[in-house]
């Protein structure tokens, strides 16, 4: 209330008296400066005839008189030149102001004003007119007024303002305080009443305040009071009630919590019974395919008619479509449960996709579709991550393109969308021409057992989990996977995803002996000889494409000597001719000194065996959509026939592999053993974990291979007693490796923690037991004799010790290099040798594996393949602590001196 009242009247109050104290005092000033004007008017004809006549007397007599005037201060008389003649008065405080001949002029300062008179001939005459027109100037009148008595009014004047405005407000506050507290007061004894009722008292009542408002107020809090204490009676009753529900609630919920936790016991025992009867199912099933998927592979290396084949391939097709149907639900529930773990180990991503499509190509080629792999030029090939995976996705993409496209060509494509010095992001896309998808499809294309076409005229396949599993996979990768799709034109799924780069592999370079060869291409379909021409030139070769088969004959034929194409690769599809018609047209070919690489569909490959000659001098038949690898390898035969082009290999080991292989399923037992002793392994086979007790200690192996589930003894029960007779009787410890049918990681973990050194999982190839030997004894199994697996490489039994060709090639084809690299080798070479040999007269293991491994590095850039085939045997044996390091190191040392008496000899030859 004060604020409020006092506030808008003490503003105004102080407003209008600074307003009109202001007005008030400029106006004083004002004045002043008037009443100064006029006195210099008046006083000016009274002295002109003084100064005229020279009466000084009578002029200081005149301005003595002046200076009794309240406001003068000083004056003064100057004659025409401003030069002083009389004063009258103190010195003068302001300047002069600036001269005016016609009329006064002043200037002002804080304290006072000063006037500038000029006195002209006309201000003798009193009498005359003032405005005559003689205006000589006789001298001039110098006058200063002062400005205290203005300002001592002002301050009067002021000070009487305020003392009526304090008296005001005074007046006002003393009215406003007492209105106030008629108000305060009330409020007050309100204020006290509701805190008494807020703290529970509600029989407190207000008393009658005084005032129509506050008695209003007063009655409506002691309403507001009753209503309060009425409630709370209410209130206290239904909380009785409700206290009696509750402990009614409380004991029912009670009972529910002891059902619920032994529904949740059950649901736990239920899931593992569900995680033991996948794990199980995985065990049994894969147990019989193991023997299927073997036998087949074993049935179809030995002489059997095309029927027969086909019945093998119709059995191994049915058995891997079973297999993957397996590995998706166990994917699937691996990742819903979180135990999915992905590797990071170096690959190729070009060999991933081009292997992938090797095995989808069957498929594709039986409903007459195109292939085709481009991977663009800028995209880095050794990358890190779990090619495993990456190949289970885009195998599962490429063959979802396969199932819904009747015509046209599917497009794998890998490009590099953003660069990165150590972890690139890539674009992998899977473009079909299919029947397309539409919104409604694509929302629903990544949830678990669904699929786009739902409908019983559906093409048959699929558990509707392997999209889900791709995009959970890549997801876990850290990347995205998606679709665009137009109906009835085609779909594009698409993976975006970063990965590490690896270093990069010496065998990705292009090979000196194909530099710049020139070489024609023909293939009709445009896209698969775009991605052809890629491929060629991605190896160093010149291409001359063509679309017309009779246009590349007519070109070789007319052809200069000098300037002929030497090697022709030939795209061939059902459209080019009969086999017959075909071999005709290469013969015209093979006869204008042209070799043949004759590319044509897996479904059309028997067929063409029939007819062309195999092998041929001047002609290969392979399979599309062609490796990079194996097409870099044919050409290489073709330039270089005397030259291994697979790659060197391994030195001779010392002796065959000694395997204990332990297994309760016969076939299975039969299985293993047939494909180790055809890669030229020494084999025991025993069906139980006690003889396989027994056996291991009366022998020595180099690596047992277990299976875990077995009656009696299981696998990890057999496992840890070798490992406890090892420590007891101290004999060297057996790397064992688990054969399990199980898939689950928690299964593999489990294993590795029981004491096996590592696992494979059923059904298994040989490819898998050839890598797994090889990494834990260092010993190369290779078949001895008959057909050789797609991935066994055609090499000599024995690797060059000197091969210049490889040195030139690790050298980029400079030759200059190739001959330093090898003269430093050869340099350091003997004391190698030496630091070798002390380390294993010290027994020093950590020194001799340092050693060994840096005198590996060396022989990876000179063409030394017997040394660093030594060398690596070596190093991995030392790694292992396997007891046939010893004569790895033997080796190697025979090695270093066989390669010493080559150069020498080479020396000594010039």
């Known amino acids: 209330m004060l604020v409020l009242t006092l506030l808008p009247g003490s503003l105004l109050a102080i407003a209008l008296g600074g307003y009109f104290s202001w007005s008030q005092l400029a106006q004083m000033h004002q004045q002043l400066d008037e009443r100064g004007q006029l006195i210099a008017r008046q006083l000016a004809p009274l002295v002109a005839s003084p100064i005229a006549q020279g009466q000084d007397w009578r002029l200081q007599r005149i301005l003595n008189q002046m200076l009794d005037h309240p406001d003068v201060r000083a004056v003064a008389i100057l004659d025409p030149e401003r030069t002083l003649k009389l004063h009258a008065g103190p010195s003068m405080l302001t300047p002069p102001p600036p001269s005016d001949p016609q009329d006064l002029t002043h200037v002002s ?101 005084g005032g129509h408002e506050m008695d209003e107020l007063a009655s409506g809090i002691n309403r507001m009071a009753e209503a309060l204490l009425s409630a709370r009676e209410e209130l206290q009753q239904s909380i009785d009630q409700a206290t009696e529900d509750v402990q009614q609630n409380l004991e029912t919920i009670e009972i529910q919590n002891i059902e619920l936790d032994m529904a949740r016991k059950e649901a736990l025992e239920a899931s593992r019974i569900k995680s033991e009867f996948l794990a199980n199912m995985s065990h049994e099933i894969r147990t019989p395919l193991n023997g299927i998927l073997g036998f087949t592979h074993l049935l179809q290396k030995s002489d059997l008619t095309p029927r027969q084949q086909d019945y093998l391939g119709t059995i191994e097709k049915s058995a891997d479509n079973l297999l ?19 590797e990071n180990i ?70 590099l969308e953003e ?53 959970r996979l890549i997801e876990q990768m850290g990347g995205e996977i998606g679709v665009d799709s137009i109906l009835e034109e085609g779909s594009e799924f698409w993976i975006r995803l970063k990965l590490p780069k690896a270093r990069d592999d010496i065998e990705d370079l292009p090979h000196m002996a194909l530099l710049g060869r020139r070489v024609a291409l023909f293939e009709a379909h445009p896209l698969t000889r775009q991605a052809l021409q890629h491929q060629l030139e991605s190896c160093g070769l010149q291409v001359t494409a063509y679309d017309n088969l009779e246009q590349l004959r007519q070109d070789l034929s007319s052809a200069e000597p000098g300037q002929r194409i030497g090697i022709a690769i ?95 399923n016969p076939a299975n037992l039969m299985l293993v053993e047939t494909l180790l002793r055809d890669m030229g392994a020494q084999v025991v086979a025993v069906d139980s974990g006690r003889k396989a007790l027994e056996t291991i200690s009366q022998q020595t192996f180099d690596m047992v291979l277990m299976d875990i589930q077995m009656p009696g003894m299981d696998g990890r ?64 199994l290779r078949p001895q004799g008959g057909k050789q697996g797609v991935d066994t490489p055609l090499v000599k039994n024995e690797a060059k010790v000197l091969d210049h060709e490889e040195g030139l090639r690790l050298a980029a084809g400079k030759p200059e ?94």
Not at 346 to 358: A, G, M, S, Y
Not at 610 to 631: D, V
Not at 727 to 747: C, D, F, K, N
Not at 838 to 859: F, K, Y
Request: proline share 4%; net charge negative; with cysteine.
């Open 717 to 780: 029960q057999t496992t840890e007693a070798i490992r406890q007779w090892e420590q007891s009787s101290g004999a060297r410890t057996t790397p064992i490796v688990a054969l399990t049918a199980h898939a689950m990681a928690s299964e593999k973990r489990s294993l590795l923690q029981s004491g096996l050194d590592d696992y494979l999982t059923k059904p298994i190839s040989e490819r898998q037991l050839e890598q797994i030997v090889l990494k834990w004894t260092g010993l190369n």
């Open 109 to 209: 300062s804080l304290d006072t004003t000063r006037i500038l008179m000029p006195v002209q001939a006309r201000h003798l005459h009193l009498e005359d007119d003032l405005r005559g027109d003689d205006v000589r100037l006789i001298g001039w009148l110098d006058l200063e007024l002062s400005h205290h008595a203005t300002l001592v009014r002002g301050y009067r004047s002021l000070f009487t303002s305020l003392l009526l405005i304090g008296a005001g407000l005074v007046i006002t506050a003393l009215f406003a305080l007492r209105m106030g507290r008629s108000i305060s007061l009330p409020l007050q004894r309100i204020k006290h009443t509701v805190a008494q009722l807020k703290e529970g008292h509600l029989e407190t009542r207000l008393p009658a305040l």
């Open 419 to 471: 660069e990165d010095s150590e972890c690139p992001q890539l674009r992998i896309s899977v473009q079909d021409t299919g029947i397309g998808l539409t919104e409604q499809d694509i929302r629903a294309l990544f949830q678990a057992f669904s699929q786009a076409d739902n409908s019983l005229s559906r093409q048959p396949g699929g558990t509707g989990l392997g999209l889900v599993i791709s995009r």
């Open 324 to 342: 993957a149907i397996i590995n998706e639900i166990l994917d699937f529930s691996k990742i819903e449960a979180g135990k999915l773990v992905l």
């Open 570 to 664: 030939l795209g061939i599809t059902q459209q080019d001719g009969t086999p017959h018609r075909l071999y005709q047209k290469l013969q015209e070919i093979i006869d204008l000194g042209c070799k043949c690489i004759v590319l044509c569909p897996t479904t059309e490959q028997a067929r063409y065996h029939e007819i062309l000659p195999e092998p041929h001098a001047g002609l290969q038949l392979q399979s599309k959509p062609t490796a990079t690898r194996k097409l870099q390898q044919a050409l290489l035969e073709f330039c270089c026939p005397q030259q291994i082009t697979s790659g060197t290999a391994p030195a001779s080991d010392s002796h065959p592999a000694r395997l204990l292989c332990v297994d309760d």
């Open 817 to 910: 290099l190739a001959a330093e690299m090898l003269d430093m080798l050869l340099e350091s070479l003997e004391d190698e040798r030496q630091a070798i040999r002390q380390a294993r007269d010290t027994n020093d293991r950590q020194a001799l594996l340092e050693r060994v491994h840096r005198l590996h590095g060396a022989t990876r850039y000179s063409g030394v393949p017997q040394l660093r085939n030594a060398c690596q045997r070596s190093e991995i044996l030392l790694k292992q602590e396997h007891y046939s390091a010893e004569i790895a190191l033997d080796e190697l040392d025979a090695a270093i001196v066989r390669l010493l008496q080559a150069t020498r000899q080479q020396d000594r030859t010039g």
């Open 346 to 415: 170096p690959f190729n991503l070009r060999d991933l996709i081009e292997d992938t499509l090797t095995i989808l190509a069957p498929s594709a080629h039986e409903k007459h579709l195109e292939l085709v792999s481009l991977v663009y030029r800028d995209t880095p090939l050794s990358l890190i991550g779990d090619p495993l995976r990456l190949r289970q996705v885009l195998t599962n993409l490429v063959s979802n393109a396969i199932k819904f496209t009747s015509q046209g060509c599917i497009t794998v494509r890998a490009m």
